[in-house]
């Protein structure tokens, strides 16, 4: 996934365009980085994404602010709601009654941008996808075993949890997202060695064929009982 301050310039930009308030900083200015800066902030704080950044900017279409320093304020605001509505649906263990729906539903999730699925790393991650670690044989013996570094998880969105729904018997051998957010699981989930973005080079969070294969290769490798 882009760093936020790959992208932050074009969404500004798209956003200004879409609600073009007279109080705008020229662009290029010095004023204008000053502004720039807080949104960059705000962003990385919030480990926000463009797709969700863009996502709030269309939903205050319909009570658009009336001054540029609203606009902040009501782009994060919209964020949290959309993050909120996501964690409470998945909660109180509502299934969708079709993956179409649950699909729909989770579209604008803050987690895995509408896949189901979010990336979690292994605590001792270091770019690598196999880690190679000390663990006690048949024998009690410590023997060094490749084990999965980073893994697909069931999002807690819809999506996420419908897919969780119908995998069944092999739902304890793939994590969960709200087990990791909830301090469960030995799982991260954001990427140790980039606490901005979160993610690893060649995979994103919103790639499912991706995120399925790192499932196959997971469960293929025994799931959590690698820890």
Known sequence: MAKVRDWLDDFLERHRRRFNPFDWPEPGSDENADYARMWLDAFVRDKVREQEADAASVRLGQTPPNWRNDHLPAVMAEIKAMR????????????????????????????????????????????????????????????????AARVAAHCICPLGQ?????????????????????????????????????????????????????VVEWIGGGGEKAF
């Open 84 to 147: 909120e509505a996501s964690t409470a649906q998945a909660g109180h263990g509502v299934i969708a009654d079709s993956i179409e729906t649950a699909r729909v539903q989770s579209r604008h999730c803050g987690w895995c941008n509408g896949s189901g699925l979010r990336t979690v790393f292994h605590p001792r991650y270091d770019g690598s996808g196999i880690l190679m670690l000390e663990r006690e044989d048949d024998r009690g013996e410590l023997r060094k075993r490749p084990t």
């Open 162 to 214: 419908y897919m969780r729904a119908k995998v069944g018997d092999d739902n304890a051998r793939i994590p969960e997202l709200r087990r990791v957010l909830d301090g469960r699981s030995l799982w991260m989930a954001h990427d140790p060695t980039r606490p901005e973005d979160g993610m690893v080079p060649g995979m994103t969070e919103a790639d499912p064929r991706a995120a399925r294969e790192q």
